[in-house]
């Protein structure tokens, strides 16, 4: 698949996955969920690849999450189809053969922090801003948000978290465990594949029984939930409330009283 979005580079066992949409805040619409999810697929299949780093291009964004402009104009079967594309590329980090790597400088928002939760590891920058405020826009996280982040930081704080949908800073992060190193933005790379360098110096089948070992216990069950989560996240682009949130954020204006409809 030819990658307009995204630029991969493999060297010394490590391949660079950067999401390279800095315009839009990097924010993903349904050719970009292909595009990570095949440029993963190519790290998979390279066994000289030992470890992976996801990135992206600028200064102001990881990734701002779904595009709210595609999102928008989807009924609950597209919306429906576009979880599963989410869920799809989340699943290819998670269950990936190597460790993946997470580099995050600025905003990582929505599907940012569910890639950030799928990610066996993240290095963020002190200006990294991460959380869910799909909240604020009508709807629930629809690539494991839900799933993962309870296991990560506990069902209390999770909650807490997307019900109010307010973003983490870096030492935040740091120490709920969203994140495991704090940089400054220009160390970010450099901290981020000398991690890497140092997974990849490694016995790579033990790394990698590594990862499977430790996925195991709860694979079987993520599948199961996130068919629920799909369902739930889908349902909520029938609502009158979800288009007029998501409406009220493009067009930059509080939103009008939301309705049980």
Not at 191 to 212: G, N
Request: charged letters at 25%; hydrophobic letters at 45%.
């Amino acid at each position: 698949m030819e990658l307009e979005f995204m630029l991969y580079e493999s060297k010394d066992h490590i391949a660079v996955i950067t999401i390279n949409r800095p315009r839009a805040l990097n924010a993903f619409n349904s050719q970009m969920l292909d595009e990570l999810t095949a440029a993963l697929k190519q790290a998979e299949e390279d066994l000289d690849v030992r470890c992976v780093i996801i990135t992206a291009a600028g200064e102001r964004a990881f990734t701002a999450g779904g595009d709210i402009k595609e999102e928008v104009q989807l009924n609950p079967a597209e919306a429906a189809a576009f979880s599963e594309r989410g869920k799809k590329c989340v699943l290819s980090i998670f269950h990936h053969r190597v460790p993946v790597i997470s580099a995050v400088r600025g905003y990582a928002l929505g599907g940012g922090m569910e890639i950030i939760l799928a990610s066996d590891i993240t290095v963020a920058a002190t200006d990294a801003k991460i959380g869910i405020p799909t909240i604020r826009l009508g709807g629930i996280p629809g690539w494991a948000g839900t799933i993962l982040l309870p296991r990560t930081v506990g069902a209390s704080r999770a909650k807490e978290l997307l019900y109010s949908g307010r973003n983490l800073d870096a030492q935040e992060a740091l120490q709920l465990g969203v994140v495991e190193f704090v940089t400054e933005p220009e160390k970010l790379m450099e901290t981020a594949r000398k991690l890497a360098a140092q997974i990849a110096d490694m016995a790579p089948i033990a790394v990698e029984s590594m990862k499977k070992s430790i996925n195991s216990s709860i694979g079987v069950e993520l599948t199961k939930c996130l068919d629920n989560e799909t369902n739930l996240f889908a349902s909520c682009f029938a609502t009158a409330d979800h288009l007029e949130a998501t409406t009220a954020f493009l067009e930059k204006r509080p939103h009008a009283q939301y309705h049980r409809s």
